[in-house]
């Protein structure tokens, strides 16, 4: 039987991290043990397969992200070591044993040889495979490296810290470029949208701060969610973002007009860890404190269009139902949800987003 969506996966333990491959139904999850595991995922009921796992790490496995061309599978871990895994069978390939001083937080593959890596103390590595050591090495930030992004010529890193900074880094000349002011609260997520022009970073404050792509220094304008946090974020379209919250709530979100459009799923009250757009950005995978993976349709977000003239909200109203199995829980907080989509939708207003 078909489904929208696939089947929850669910774990043993928490998982700290979830990536998608970029090219086929495989995800890769990493949990609080140390455990990394790879399961193919399907819309079709009863066909997700998990395909192997590994539990190399001594302690909890933090990150974990796909290389560009999808034949290694990256993990760090609060053990301090980074492990490359071939993604066919599991096989662990490179390792960097004591590759940090403190705790791994974040991994990011720059292109096929060159990775970034970020720890809980603030210390940022890039790091050539080709060369099997680091290439840069920088401790500019005070506290964790929360996220990082590269644009799109593998050339300017950006990282998210705990300090509240937006760090820059220009990976070619392998060297420091600026520090933002910092923000109010921690920086928990970095994100490029308008092409590169802009970037997002949420907060643990609920706040998502905008920065213009040659303006670093100070962020061009924030935009307070009615969320206890952002604690994770992942790009679905060139302006519209998804956003996990302690409350366990998935918003969808668009930037610029600057607009919450709704929510798109919920693990409910469990503090989401981290989110990952599929390729083609038809789906999106959650993952928990409920010790499971979810997936959302994300479709209706690619032609939702947002103007600029702006209702006034009532305070207290229920966020907008963006897809099926984002309403129906029986819980207080989602009760209205599709009624509110369908009140929206029989006053002709904007409805691209209800199913």
Known sequence: R?????????????????????????????DVD????????????????????????????????FSLDGDKLFTVSKDKSIHILTV???????RFPKAHSSALN????????????GDDN???????????DSILEAHQQEEYISAMAVDGNGKILLTASGDGTLGVFNVKRRRFDLLSEPQNGDLTSVVLLKRGRKVACGSSEGTVYLFNWDGFGAASDRFALRAESVDCMVPITDHIVCVGSLDGVIRAVNILPNRVLGCVGQHLGEPIEQLAVAPGGQLLASCAHDQKVKFWDVSALGTMVVDDYRKKKKKGVPLRALSGKAVGSGEDFFADLRDEAESEAAEGSDSDGSD
Do not use: M
């Not at 595991?37 to 933090?62: A, F, I, M, P, V």
């Open 2 to 30: 078909l489904r929208d969506t696939p089947e929850d996966i669910c774990f043993e333990a928490t998982a700290n991290a979830i990536a998608l491959h970029p090219a086929q139904s495989l995800l890769a999850a990493g």
């Open 34 to 65: 140390g455990d990394v595991y790879l399961y193919s995922y399907s819309c079709t009921e009863g066909e997700n397969r998990q395909l192997w796992s590994s539990g190399h790490h001594l302690k909890s496995c933090r990150d974990v992200a």
């Open 88 to 94: 066919e069978e599991g096989r662990l390939e490179t």
């Open 106 to 117: 974040c991994i990011l593959p720059i292109d096929n040889h060159v990775f970034a890596t």
């Open 122 to 132: 603030g210390a940022l590595k890039v790091w050539d495979l080709r060369k099997g």
